[in-house]
């Protein structure tokens, strides 16, 4: 690859020690919050009176596969780019990579050690979003960090996002499917107008929505085959897609962006105009409010990253060149690191110039404002 394309990498990861969360939030909440024990010749995680032991897959950028191990011994496993922005430059730099935008590990998020505790997520989640934002600060160029909101109450949710705005964050996190991913009883799902405020002020503030893999496979303990669950998790992103799309969101808030993280793009080619056929069919029984083919918001609004793809590059004319962002996933198991290059090559070798110069860089630089 010519050393002239300039290369965004559109989903990778950090890995905050557990210890962020102590020091970080308000004192009556430190002694919950997570801490690291030593259990013989290994240290274990220790939160909310469960142990479980640190994993290496968050790490594991750069080891052949037969060597990857799950379990490791220390909390500073696997690339010390997880954790320390001078380390991932240099990291970046051997890459060829000149620009990651950043999420939080652990089902896609920062609080990576999840609690069904409402009141600590929020604190949690806030820790994370100052935590992220200062390892983005030593190179606010070349890092652009994402943050997380709680969803779960809108007035909490707004001032979130507020706040990761003042903290330089280009986006938020939310779940792709709130009930399912909090409490299955009580959230509403992003048809409800319940939102609308929200999408209000992140379509005001240029602050992109982001959805991280999709959710768990529909049938009860699918989710624990770890093979089955990557492998079907990514479609599920046609849920929150056609959503915010039917419903008109996007029609009523044409700043408001949406992107499809880490769940590949292939999919999309089937998505968009199945979704325009089924609009065609269906638009006047249903009194449908849209004044243009959801093709049309798709690709005026809606973006899908990828890792290996080759399906989804090769019907980038009907999911849209404008639409597909390049990543690496550093410094997770499944990372192109350190052989991004090799990887855009497999991907990219039969596409034009212009094309691949759209993927690789302008289409995320455009996204997020970078110079």
């Keep these: 690859m010519p050393k002239d394309f300039r290369i ?5 990861h950090v890995n905050p020690p557990p210890t962020i969360y102590a020091e970080r939030v308000p004192k009556e909440w430190r002694d919950r919050m997570p801490r690291v024990e030593k259990r013989g010749d290994r240290e274990v995680l220790v939160f909310e009176g469960n142990e479980r032991p640190f994993t290496q897959l968050e790490g594991a950028a750069g080891i052949p596969s037969k060597d990857v191990k799950v379990l490791a011994q220390t909390k500073e496993a696997g690339r010390r780019g997880g954790w320390d922005p001078h380390a991932r430059i240099e990291d970046m730099e051997f890459d060829g990579v000149d620009a990651q935008v950043l999420f939080g590990s652990g089902g896609g998020g920062g609080v990576a050690i999840r609690t069904l505790d409402r009141p600590m997520q929020l604190v949690m989640m806030r820790a994370y979003n100052e935590w992220v934002s200062e390892f983005c600060s030593a190179y606010p160029d070349r890092l652009i960090g994402i943050g997380e909101i709680p969803v779960w109450d809108l007035g909490l949710a707004l001032q979130e996002a507020k706040h990761c705005a003042q903290l330089g964050l280009k986006g938020v996190l939310i779940p792709a499917v709130p009930a399912y991913e909090t409490s299955p009883e009580g959230d509403h799902s992003y048809l409800d107008p319940h939102y609308e405020p929200l999408w209000a002020a992140l379509n005001d503030m240029n602050l992109p929505i ?9 049938s009860r303990g699918i989710d624990k085959n770890l093979m089955v669950a990557i492998s079907v998790n990514k479609t599920v992103m046609c849920e929150p897609i056609a959503t915010f799309i039917f419903s008109g969101v996007l029609q009523r808030y044409p700043n408001l962006k949406l992107i499809s993280v880490e769940s590949g793009i292939g999919w999309m080619a089937f998505l968009v105009p199945w979704m325009d056929h089924v609009f065609e069919r269906h638009r006047y029984h249903t009194k449908s409010e849209l004044t243009e083919p959801p093709g049309f918001y798709f690709h005026r609004q809606v973006f899908g990253t ?66």
Excluded: C
Excluded at 8 to 12: E, H, N, P, Q, R
């Design 306 to 371: 990828f890792i290996d793809d080759v399906v989804g590059v090769r019907n980038r004319d009907i999911i849209g060149v404008e639409n597909i962002l390049w990543s690496s996933d550093y410094p997770h198991v499944n990372s192109s690191w350190p052989s991004s290059r090799e990887y855009i090559e497999k991907h990219f070798g039969d596409v034009s110039d212009e094309d691949r110069r759209k993927m690789v860089h302008d289409n995320a630089a455009n996204l997020y404002g970078l110079s």
């Design 210 to 218: 982001h959805f991280h893999l999709g959710t768990r496979p529909v």
């Design 8 to 12: 965004i990498s559109a989903d990778d």
